[in-house]
């Protein structure tokens, strides 16, 4: 050995060596295919600075983007019954469970948060779309019914963003009886007076638009997101018929009156904070309004606002 070998050798090697660079410092835009340096995108909130696209959020940074400062306070959600019908196809349902569970690290699809919204008190409900496609079971039945009782309890609007495939099937008839069970939690809050405000995110699809995510009182649509029941591929094999273009698109049910607002998720917060202002002020003494005028929420952060038509 020599000191070509023990020295010249290496660094030779050195200049010409491949570099491995980490996988996670670029991410591909799904719809306009643009590489987009991470840590830009999640500054971006997940949206592509190139073409605008909303990308899916994870609930947690979800929370951190609507609450003041990004603080909010974690609430504990009941347990509930792991696999009651004892499920199994090509695995049993409690190895999907576990899996998803160590994946995205929270025990089901949902998490629950309370705290202030431009200074206003709110409790806020967010979907998982990393668990087991956001599917709505026994469990997240149970989150959305806490997350009422504590808006009740602390005279706060209630605030759900759903992101879900529907009902879970691996739970059956029992996933099926969350539709009615989370109808009665949205109940509860319009029946104590307070405010029940849906951010539609993609997808918002199945049980669970027939359900609570089309009973707010103000629906706010992110940008592009699919919202619907039966997937578009199935209703035109159904009806036989070719779709319009951007059919189940935020921007489509906006025209159709279907939702009241399609908003960038940058302007979320700012958006929030005047609806619930608006639909709150009576109850903090302040002058009753004629009537909720959605077009006081400003042009900068809203999209397009329109009032529905008649159906």
């Not at 007076?193 to 009973?215: H, N, Q």
């Amino acid at each position: 050995m020599n000191w070509l070998t023990n020295y010249v050798r290496p660094k030779i090697r050195a200049l010409y060596a491949r570099k491995e660079v980490p996988d996670n410092l670029w991410h591909k835009c799904p719809s306009c295919e643009a590489m987009l340096f991470h840590r830009e995108l999640e500054e971006n909130l997940h949206v592509c600075q190139h073409c605008g696209f909303h990308m899916r959020l994870d609930p947690i940074k979800r929370l951190e983007s609507i609450f003041d400062d990004g603080a909010y306070e974690g609430v504990e959600l009941p347990k509930s019954v792991a696999d009651p019908l004892k499920f199994r196809d090509q695995k049993r349902y409690t190895d999907r469970l576990k899996e998803a569970q160590t994946k995205t690290g929270r025990t089901d699809a949902i998490i629950v948060g309370d705290g202030r919204i431009g200074g206003l008190p709110a409790v806020v409900a967010a979907f998982d779309f990393g668990f087991m496609g956001g599917s709505m079971g026994i469990a997240v039945g149970e989150g959305l019914l806490t997350a009422a009782k504590l808006a009740v309890a602390k005279n706060a609007p209630l605030i759900v963003v759903p992101a879900s495939g529907g009902a879970r099937m691996q739970e059956g008839i029992l996933s099926l009886m969350q539709m009615p069970r989370t109808t009665i939690a949205v109940e509860m809050v319009k029946e104590a007076g307070l405010p029940y405000i849906v951010v539609l995110t993609d997808p918002t699809t199945g049980g669970v638009t027939a359900s609570f995510a089309m009973l707010g009182d103000v629906h706010i649509a992110e940008k592009g997101a699919q919202i619907g029941f039966a997937g578009a591929r199935v209703i035109e094999s159904t009806i036989r018929e070719t779709l319009p273009e951007g059919f189940q698109r935020s921007e489509y049910l906006l025209e159709h009156g279907m939702v009241d607002m399609v908003v960038h998720r940058r302007d979320l917060r700012g958006t929030l904070t005047r609806v619930i202002d608006l639909l709150t002020r009576p109850t903090r003494g302040q002058p009753e309004p004629d009537d909720l005028d959605l077009s006081a929420v400003p042009a900068a952060e809203v999209e397009t606002v329109v009032q529905p038509g008649p159906v």
